[in-house]
């Protein structure tokens, strides 16, 4: 029998890993002469989530890997991001999150939407292929390049955000930008359940990181333009109140442009807003 | 005549029909369309052709209408303002000779609440065809198979959970002579609707073989003495595109089994190794995995008695690595506790954890013969059953590495040590008696610890201990009446409390049943949360057809079939099923 | 500006009910339709499962020497199912004397109970000849959907009737028709 167990294993494979366990890091295309796409991975998360930690965790490991490529969102949206009984009275939901979970289907936490890509109508990533599928897109041209310009005003907290950009070839389509306020560095507690991610089973002073707050041109933006030409610009501004519950240095202007037909995010730029 | 236009004619109303199918289609490719429509067409026309063939099938259609209800906390924000779930199936199987084929039509629009929304579309994803002979037996397309217990392969379903981890490939089945039987197969695992495309998930091989040695040696074949013995390998191939791990792409694992039956006992065991396998649901350490299952019984006329042991070690084996919920799974761990039928005992069921557990299940069965003292006319049945399952006992390789932590080899763990953390455990006793020829019933007592926080995830609740008791009486009215009468008590100062359930039934065999339940939470710590949650059903069978339909309130709770549970929230509102076959 | 697919839309359900309903009574016409045009000579699947001691059973070893056979799926965790098998377990002796009918009963449990329906069944008295099914393919060959689910057989191993769900006293009508294809 044992005979039979072995060769069998023979004829179907097994790879055995030795240690070292980790592969070299390769980071990101820093110094190419072409412009490369930022990648957006959102983070469906909330504080009852025990195993979002560890994915929250996988996020920021991977952005150290490629810090001028990924942007990370955090989404606190559905039933884990409920207030519920004490510590877990924060209510980190938003309108525009709640309506991005319905359509994205991110109701199970965690799970990730990376670049809002479908594959067959499924836009969710599960943690594990966030490493994997962001690394895939590591490489692809940008096509559309923009600037975001805050101008903020501490005394009476009077925000302005100027969103310059270009497309720099010739694209069909029409295509929409969506402008977030994240706000990092939020500290109260996570349900948690991964040892390696923080205390278990509650981190009661967790740091919520890149957590989005509101947008600032709806739920699913604005069209900045319509079959563009190549080298075409398109400029838009906008000014509001920052919220009196956000904390100004902490917050960030983060914005997107996608592709109406399929919600493909095109190009991600995020500015730090003082 | 008229017959046969109006069937060639509902034939093309159906191909029309299947043409314009809801949008969600993936799996449909034209080949398949002309299969189907040949199947069809060849059923409707040529008649003497059929009088040779049989087609047979069943289909089933649970229906649910939602409404928020402000009592239980429903709003219409929580239905997802969703106001109807329905989960349906067609299931067809035509053979003629050695040839068999079939296929089944599921549509979930929407899957009704507990099932995973990604559960939601049409179409058919389960497709096959299969020539058989005494001698060899070729399936291609989709596809079930066990490999033994199940501990390192297991395809099958469960409606009721909505799950499906069919195979989609190809499966042979030999017989080179007598008792020896001789199993392979290979493809991809089922996905809800996603059809595999290259490496979007692993790829799943293995083969089995069985030896019946009192078949095989002559000698054997009378002999009280049975022993049966049987191995596989199973291997997943996946791509490794993580540009932070070295994964192994090819993980392969091996089981051996033994039965051994002597007279009224039977000796079964099986033990299971994995190598390597770093995935989402182990936090990627890359220690290999073990499982032990072994299970001695003895059964004669009136007693039996069986003692079950396991043991398992970093066992989840995923057709896809980086996925952690209900699907995809290669193997199947059963649990080894005693499920149980009826709502309250059946309120905290046990699930599996395949990253580590260890336990023993024991049961006795006895029937306290008629005419004794005990066991009066007609002799009493008393079953005791005795369950416990612990987690095992983990320990650091080395002082500056955290248990379990990614991208090492995780802990090491003794064998024989098990953890002082108790998931379950579970003492039950049930008395069976009939008290004259109209009235029996069925007593029952339990005694459960529950390890809420681990089994159901709500991290940092405390573990539950709850005394559970049951009475169910059946009353003869006449030979085709019936009443049954349930009332059941759920004692504890966890999780929601206490809880009291009643229900009474009225049967009219063979046709008719109308039934009133009602549990209530009257324990709740919060004096807002003490709702019922009551029903009303009724139902009507006629042969393989059955209707039922239910209305009222329906508690939070989790389906377990078999160590796959789902969540199911609270809900209020109709409920329909309707079964049938041909 | 383009929407999002409202999918939670009220109307949006109301049209998939309507469609679901109009598929639905597609099938329940093809199917009816089926059962009657179609010739249902259903002959036993031939499906490879299992004994009590682990051997394996072809489903076309179920046979009575031409007597009428009842083929009853259950398991352990299905109370109706034990009642139904207790009833048929009460009354087998009597049947048995004038039809000479034999009971197969098919247990579904999976891998988690096959050590358990040995124990459990010849501890209740049951004389029946029991097979395991545990990974539930002679169930998907008979179309098996809710059990208890209950098929009378003639000596042929045709399909006469069959029956889902157990009342108390529904026993006696399987009793009625199995009497009939005995001639009595």
Known sequence: MIFVLAGSCLLLACDKIEPPYMKTPQGGNGDTEVLLKKILLEDYTGHTCVNCPAAAKTASDLQQLYPDQLVIMAVHSGHFAKPQGDPFLADYRTEVGEAWEGFFGTAIKPNGVINRRSNNGNYVVSPGNWPAEVTALL????????????????????????????????????YKLIVCILEDSIVSPQKNSDAS??????????????????????????????????????????SLTLNSQYKAQHCSIMAFVYDAANWEIMQVEEVVME | MRMEKLCSSMNFYVLGLLYTTNEKIRQMKRPSLLLIALLIVLGGKAQDFLNQATVNGSFQIDAQLYRSDAAIGITDSSIAGRKIGINGYGNIIYSLGNFKAGMRYEAMLTPMLGFDPMQEGSGFPYLWASYSTDFIDVTVGSFYEQFGNGLIFRSYEEWTLGYDNSMNGMRVLLNPSKGVRLKAV?????????????????????????????????????????????????????????PIYK?????????????????????????????????????????????????????????????????????????????????????????????????????????????????????????????????????????????????????????????????????????????????????????????NSKLKGIFQY???????????????????NAHIGLVDLTYRLSSRKAVRVEAQGLFTREDKGDWAAMMVEYTIAPKWFVALSDQYNYGHPEKDQRNHYYTASAGFTRNATRLALTYGRQAEGVVCVGGVCRQVPASSGLTITLTTNF | ?????????????????????????????????????????????????????????????????????????????????????????????????ETDVKIFAVSIDDARSTARVAPMAKSKGWDFEILLDANGDFKRAMNVNLIPHTFLLDGNGKIVSQHTAYFEGAEYELYEKIKKLVGK
């Open chain 2, 446 to 464: 339990m005694n459960l610890l529950y390890d809420i926080a681990t089994i159901e995830g709500h991290a940092g609740d405390p573990v539950v």
């Open chain 2, 186 to 242: 290979y493809g991809s695992q089922r996905f809800y609707w996603q059809k595999y495309e290259r490496n979007n998930r692993g790829l799943v091989r293995g083969v089995d073989a069985e030896f019946s040695f009192n078949e095989i040696l002559g000698s054997l074949e009378d002999s009280p003495l049975r022993i049966i013995v049987g191995a596989s390998a199973v291997s997943r191939y996946q791509r490794d595109a993580d």
């Open chain 3, 1 to 97: 500006m383009k929407q999002p697919k409202d999918r939670i839309g009220c109307l949006n359900n109301f049209k998939t009910l309507i469609f679901m309903i109009k598929k639905s009574l597609v099938f329940v016409l093809l199917l009816l339709l089926g059962s009657t045009v179609w010739a249902q000579e259903s002959v036993l699947p031939k499906v490879t499962i299992k004994t009590l001691d682990g051997k394996n059973f072809n489903t076309s070893e179920i046979y009575n020497d031409g007597k009428p056979m009842i083929l009853s799926f259950w398991a352990l965790w299905c109370k109706p199912c034990q009642k139904e098998l207790d009833a048929f377990m009460d009354n087998y002796e009597e049947w048995q004397e």
């Open chain 1, 139 to 174: 490489n692809d041209p940008a096509e559309i390049q923009f600037e975001i310009t805050p101008e903020y005003n501490t005394t009476n907290r009077k925000l302005d955000i100027a969103v310059k950009g270009e497309f720099l070839t010739a694209l069909t389509g029409e």
């Open chain 2, 247 to 435: 994964l192994p792409e090819n993980v392969g694992s091996m089981a051996g089994r033994i039965n051994i039956g002597l007279g009224n006992f039977t000796l079964m065991t099986e033990y299971a190794h994995k190598i390597n396998d770093p995935s989402a649901l182990n936090n990627f350490i890359y220690k290999e995995g073990h499982a032990l299952l072994t299970s001695l019984s003895y059964a004669q006329s009136g007693f039996g008695v069986v003692l079950q042991l396991k043991r398992v070690d970093n066992m989840g084996f995923k057709s896809d690595r980086a996925y952690v919920g209900n699907a995809l799974d290669i193997n199947f761990i059963p649990p080894i506790n005693r499920t149980h039928a009826y709502s309250l005992t059946g309120k905290y069921p046990y699930a599996t954890q395949p990253n580590g557990e260890m336990g023993m299940q024991l049961q006795i069965h006895y029937k306290i013969p008629k005419g004794s003292l005990l066991g009066g006319k007609y002799g009493t049945g008393i079953a005791l059953n005795f369950s416990q399952v612990n987690d095992i006992a983990r320990n650091p390789i080395h002082d500056t590495i955290l248990i379990g932590q990614p991208g090492t080899m995780g802990y090491t763990s003794d064998f024989f040590k098990m953890s002082g953390d108790i998931f379950f455990r579970d003492l039950n006793i049930e008395i069976d008696k009939r008290f």
């Open chain 1, 197 to 238: 991610a923080g205390v278990t089973p509650i981190i009661h002073d967790y740091v919520h990181r890149h957590m989005l707050r509101q947008t600032v041109n709806g739920i699913w933006g604005e069209s900045i333009a319509v079959q563009p030409i190549a080298n075409s610009m398109f400029e838009t501004q906008y």
